[in-house]
């Protein structure tokens, strides 16, 4: 089970953008996931009159490494590592501060 899933809010905690918010969009794959409106660059295109594509400079949502990111805890308002309860024979999320399930 991941720690960190997708739609999940997180907050970014080191990098260039550390301490923005945003949520999850995908994971890229095991350590690396696409967060909105985080890590983003710049990337020139060429047009493709055949796809309707415009050439230009566009911005391109870039992978962020799990490490780099804490899920937001909304009763305290800040970043909080996660672990994992069995509860009645499967594995929860809960919030390693307070000990509450995490709610998606």
Do not use: Q, W, Y
């Not at 991941?2 to 995908?26: P, Q, S, Y």
């Not at 047009?47 to 309707?52: E, F, H, K, L, R």
């Not at 307070?98 to 998606?104: D, I, T, Y």
């Amino acid at each position: 089970m991941d720690k960190i899933k997708k739609n999940d809010e997180v907050i970014v905690l080191a990098g260039k953008d550390k301490g923005k918010r945003g949520l999850v969009l995908k994971r890229v794959d095991v350590e690396h996931v696409l967060v909105d409106g985080v890590n983003v660059a710049k990337k020139a295109t060429k047009p493709n009159p055949m796809t309707g594509i415009t050439g230009g400079i566009v911005d391109k949502l870039m992978p962020i490494h799990v490490s780099n990111v804490a899920l937001f805890n909304a009763a305290t308002g800040k970043a909080d590592r996660v672990g994992f309860k069995t509860v009645d024979g499967g594995l929860v999320r809960i919030f390693k501060s307070s000990g509450e399930a995490v709610k998606v």
